[in-house]
Structure formats: structure tokens, C-alpha cells
């Protein structure tokens, strides 16, 4: 309990943007983010008055970082499983816990219990050895059988890091713990983002279709344009059975493959998530606050669009160019020419490729919405209209 | 500049709300504000990574503030005319600057100006003596002559202090500069919300209506129920020409009486302003963010309404009752009635009358919406149902 308003003090293990957006949201309810930062120069860190800098890593930084937080939360999935169980020994409120987040930490975990619980996953096996792919690309025919296939890192992936698609035994990368499976034939990605509270108490975004460009979520449009009631309520219902079987506590995001004719779980995330950074101006509750309204126990907000359509674009470090033209003069150019479009940037050095931040339009018309997100984002990014 | 993020330093002089607010639109456009709080517990400060403790009346201390800030603001009238002079002789780009800014600190210097342009305002008269009131009572007849007159501190005033309606001289406070005006005969009171920028790029907000009770603002409806369009666009000329006349830079509010058959000007304010909270979900561009637009010379951002009617209502602090309910217990009972409306809590000790938060609601229906702002408003503050 902060003493000094009457409020709970929620801490976020990880400074990056998501503790940064998720402090954003904090003010509004009165409260302030604490931060456990990498760094000082966190995009976090930069913003945040009560930040702790340590390794999330570090079992006496999370456990001294803990004492003096109401509730314990995650900024990203890399909290060693075994740290987050010691500060729950140790007293500390920590949600989502550990029995929850390891299926967003450890791809296997969380093939083997939605595959148990009977909930659509690609075709996988776990592998040991170059041989189990041979084995796992001759063991059936049909759409997806046969090289290429996907070998996913167990832990640590992100950002299309650790996801590589082979095309044959050769290329497996050594010395990870590795899974494999089919490379889903898809029509295109959703997300399928839920809020859920201690009390139980769910909260479903619109169903929203995610566009990458290689392994990066570059482009996401709100709602999935194109997607029946009946399939939307379908994603939307796997998330909150997805949510509530495995006791989630706060966000949910469940990346999906639309097949064209059914739905596969892709990923699980627990935390917001880029496909939902659409909801601070495109939802009635942004993702951010609907989290730490989660992990309070607070009653869930409501999560109605505020346009017929939104578009997020992030916005990807530049090349170097030569022109030497900074951020500041970039956004210049981006509000002169979008003077409706909503930027957050994430205060972070610039690196060819980096998420750096992101711009959402809000409209009736998709194909206005998302020229005029794309637009916004190339000048931040290359700087220039497309 | 912020060699961390490339991007300039923008300081506030003021901890409370306003900077509060300025500090969380700051962070999504990827800086983070500068704040000089009176105290470490400022509703800022307990928010802002970048806060310096000090007095706004404390030369030295703005002098070290100022340094290392891109550009300086306000977020109240308090700092003393001839230090804002000394800020700018040592190099600080300060802005809006002191010759605009007196208008908002000096309300003889504001009538003097205003009526010397030529724009509509009460009959007014400085004060020097008791007589000087009963001159002033006797001079004219018509609506608004005679007793009750208004006394107004000529500096200091806000949210209902410094200005006494008397009915007779006996009631004049002593030992203050004054000011007298007549007592306006009105329907209601309006504000119209103008940014201006160095370039000298304006962005005016529609204009919206203000319930005050006991001086203060308790509740903004905006857009203005059944104002005429010839009227609202009167009302934005208005704010456009006196932003533009002062070289107002950064935002400024003109709070306006509706008399039935015209506008009259009641008070400028130069920095975000009570009567423009709505606009953090109920316009594409928050008053807060295009301050900082306006103060760093950014092109402004779309003033547009995100809903046909936006209900914000103020929270002001409890009387004692007995039941010991805590913020945090009547933020949950507010959320379970009021998913949709938006909360923001000011991070104050909440004092008996004192402005500890507002809330927001947006939707079709000005009786719909307003309702619920009131009910939400009421859990917060009450704590129960009106």
C-alpha cells in the first residue's frame, strides 16, 4: 500500500516498453508503476519515478524489489520459473504465477497442455536429435506434412528470434532445447487478447488480424476485417478457455494461424502484448490498464472499440541513410502530415530494424485507416511518404 | 535535448494534476517531463522520473531548473512575472512568455487589455477604496447594475478563491489589490480551448459547457448542449483572436459567460486547463499533449471530438462519514457500476471539497452519459449511488 495516496502499489519485473506503456496507464488510476530495470536508461526507467535497477535474473534483486509491492507482475516471460515460486514463498502476491506462466515460457510446456486439453496446435514433437525432424517430416502426408518445417527454441524466443524455418535436418541449430512442427499453410495471423482477474472475471478484446514482416508484427488492423461473428467468437472463447484453464491472471494474448477454414494456436503471451497496443486509443480500456486492473482484482473495463477501425503500425528503427535526419524532425513531418494519428514512442536508441514505437489511426473506412498509419509510420521510420 | 532518446527536454514549473497529466502525455510522445514540485509528494512528482524539488518562487531554484530544459511552462500562474524576465535573460526558452502570461496572472491587467481590444467584457473597475464600490454600484443601471457586485483578488485566485459576490462596501475584504465587476445576469458559463504555437499555428477545441458549484468546477459537457453553431464559432474566434493578440504560446483557455443574447469574457488561463480534462478520451489530441505540441513547436494535433457527447465530472474529496471506505474500495465499486467511463486520479490526499481526480464518460445520449459520469463521480467521492 502506497501510504501516500490510499492505492496498492503494483511492481513490474522489466523496463522496456510494455512497463513503460503499463506506467502510462498507472497514472490515470492513481498510482505509479514501481519498475525492476535492466538499466537506467530503460524506456521504463526514463519515465517512471519509482524505479529499481537489477537483473531479472537475480533472485535477492526480484525478492528485495518484491517487499513493498502489493502485487508482483511481468514486463516480458524471462523470470527464471524457479525465482518467480521463491518470491511466493517469500510472501510476495506474483500474477500471473508460475503454474500459468510457464506455458508462455517454455514452448513444449505449452504444446503438451493445450494439445492435452484438445485445443488446436500444429502438428509438433520435441526433438533431441537432426534425426526426430527426418522422422517428423516423413510421419505424415497431407497439408503441412514434409519439409519446410518450423524449429522453435524452447525458452527465450521473441521478435521472431529463435523460430527458424528448415528445410532439412542439416539446418538445426546446436545446442538448443528444441521443438518441432508443421509450418501451419495459412491464410493469415489473429490475436485473441483476455483480461482475467483473480475473482475470475474475463474480459475479451476484438479478435484482430496481425500482419508480420520477417517474424516482426508490423501492422495490426481492429477488428480482423473480414472475419465472421461466428469464427471471431470462436478465437475469442478459445482465449478464455485457454485463460482459465491454465489460471492466467492478468492479460492473455493467444496468436493464432486462420487457416481459412479453422484456427491453430500459435503462441501464448502473458502480459500486454503488441497486438493489443491498438486499445490505448482504440478500446474504451487500454490493454495496459486492463492489466493492472487485472492483477489488482479490480472490476475488468469495458472493451468496446472506439472506431469502426483501428490501425497500429509500429514503427522499426531506420537504416542509416545519409540524411542525418533526427526522431525530432521526423515526428515533425509526421504530425504536419497526420495530424490525427496517435504516436507512442518508446524512448529508445535507434537500431536498424529496433521497435522504436508505434502509431494507431482510428476511422470507418480500412483502407483510409491503415494508408494513413502507414504513412505516419514511414515517417518516423524511413522518414519519407511511401 | 535528451541525448538518451534524441528528443528535447520540455520542464514544468508545478507539480500538482496539471503537470501529472502533461508527464503521461509526455511519455507517448517518447520524452518524459521535467518537473519542479513543491514537494516530493506532489501529484507529479510521485509520477515523473525527471522531478526536481523546489519553489516557483525561488529565482535560483527556476535558474538550475531551466538549465538543461529545451523549453519551460507552467502548470499554474504563480511564478512571479520578473523571474519568468530573469529565465529568459539567462538563456531559457520559456513559454507561454511573461508578457503574454500576465494576462493570466493579473486579472486588472487582463481587463484592461481585453477591453482596450475591444473584446466583450464585464463592466469592471479597479479598486482602491470601499467607495470606489458604492461609485461603481451607483454609476449604471440596466441588468447587472447595482448590488451584488463581484470583488476579485487581482493575482492568486483559483477554483473559487479570491473572488467574494458582496452586497454591500462593508464587505470588501481588506488588504488585497482588487478588482470590481458588475454581476453578470447569466445562462451558463462556457470555455473555449485554444492551442497556439511558436510557428503560429492554432487549434481550437469545440466549445464546451461548465457547471461550477461553489466556485469550482464540478462538471464539463462538451460539445456545449444546443449551442448554436454561429455562437460556438463566435466563442473560438474569440479564444483564436486573444491567443493571437497576447502571443499566447502553449494552450489557452477562455472561460466565457452565455449571457442568452452574447459572450462575455470571465478569465484566462495559460497552461491545461480544468475545462479541458475531456479531452484526454473525448478528443483525438488531449489538451495535455498538444501543450507540448504547442511549447516545442510541433504542428498541432486534430482537435476532434471522439464521441458525439463527452460528460467529464470532477471528484472532489469526502466529508468524514463514519464508514471508513477507503479510494481503493470505491474505485472497485465504481468500475463494477461504470466499466466504460475512464478514471483520473490525481495521486492527492483527499481533503474534504479538494479536486482528487475526475472521470470521463463518452457516448450517444447527453443524459446517458452525463448520469453515468455522475454516478461514477458519486462512488469516488461519496462512495455510493445519487
Redesign the interface.
Known amino acids: 500500500m502506497d501510504t501516500?495516496?490510499?492505492?496498492?502499489v503494483v511492481g513490474m519485473v522489466g523496463g522496456g516498453q510494455l512497463a513503460?506503456?503499463t506506467?502510462?496507464a498507472?497514472?490515470?488510476?492513481?498510482q505509479?508503476l514501481r519498475v525492476l530495470a535492466a538499466t537506467e536508461?530503460d524506456g521504463a526507467?526514463?519515465?517512471?519515478?519509482d524505479?529499481v535497477v537489477g537483473s531479472h535474473t537475480d533472485l535477492d534483486a526480484l525478492l528485495g524489489f518484491a517487499r513493498g509491492c502489493d502485487v508482483v507482475t511481468f514486463d516480458h516471460e524471462h523470470v527464471p520459473t524457479e525465482h518467480i515460486r521463491e518470491l511466493v514463498k517469500a510472501g510476495a502476491v506474483v500474477r500471473p504465477g508460475a503454474d500459468a506462466l510457464v506455458h508462455a515460457q517454455d514452448k513444449r510446456a505449452m504444446r503438451e497442455r493445450l494439445a492435452a486439453s484438445g485445443i488446436p496446435v500444429p502438428r509438433w514433437a520435441p526433438v533431441r536429435s537432426p534425426d526426430d525432424l527426418t522422422a517428423f517430416a516423413e510421419a505424415e502426408a497431407g497439408p503441412g506434412a514434409g519439409w519446410p518445417l518450423v524449429v522453435k527454441a524452447v525458452r527465450g524466443g521473441y521478435d521472431g528470434r529463435g523460430v527458424w524455418i528448415v528445410t532439412g535436418p542439416d539446418e538445426v541449430p546446436a545446442g538448443l532445447d528444441l521443438i518441432v512442427e508443421e509450418c501451419v499453410p495459412l491464410r493469415r495471423e489473429l490475436a485473441a487478447v483476455v483480461a482475467r482477474s483473480p475473482f475470475g472475471q474475463v474480459a475479451v478484446y476484438p479478435v484482430v488480424e496481425t500482419v508480420q514482416r520477417d517474424g516482426i508484427c508490423v501492422e495490426v488492423l481492429a477488428p480482423a476485417p473480414g472475419l465472421s461473428d461466428e469464427r471471431a467468437v470462436l478465437a475469442q472463447d478459445l482465449a478464455i478457455r485457454i485463460a482459465t484453464e491454465l489460471d492466467v491472471i492478468g492479460l492473455l494474448a493467444v496468436e493464432l494461424f486462420d487457416t481459412g477454414t479453422g484456427l491453430i494456436v500459435n503462441e501464448l503471451a502473458m502480459r500486454p502484448h503488441n497486438s493489443a497496443h491498438w486499445t490505448i486509443e482504440g478500446a474504451?480500456?487500454s490493454q495496459f490498464e486492463q492489466h493492472l486492473?487485472a492483477v489488482l482484482d479490480?472490476?475488468?473495463?469495458?472493451t468496446?472499440l472506439?472506431?469502426p477501425v483501428v490501425v497500429m503500425a509500429n514503427v522499426l528503427g531506420w537504416e542509416p541513410d545519409g540524411r542525418d535526419m533526427?526522431?525530432?524532425e521526423r515526428?515533425?513531418h509526421m504530425?504536419?502530415s497526420e495530424?490525427?494519428v496517435?504516436?507512442?514512442?518508446?524512448?529508445?536508441?535507434?537500431r536498424p530494424g529496433r521497435k522504436i514505437?508505434h502509431v494507431t489511426a482510428?476511422g470507418d473506412d480500412l483502407e483510409k485507416v491503415r494508408a494513413s498509419a502507414a504513412r505516419a509510420a514511414r515517417w518516423l521510420s524511413e522518414g519519407g511518404e511511401p
Chains 1, 2 share one sequence.
Open positions: 501516500r495516496t490510499g492505492l496498492p513503460r506503456m506506467h502510462h498507472a497514472i490515470a488510476l492513481g505509479s536508461t526507467a526514463l519515465v517512471a519515478a524505479t474504451r480500456t486492473r479490480y472490476p475488468m473495463g469495458d468496446s472506439t472506431a533526427s526522431l525530432d515526428l515533425h504530425f504536419a495530424p490525427a496517435k504516436v507512442h514512442l518508446y524512448g529508445k536508441q535507434v514505437g482510428l
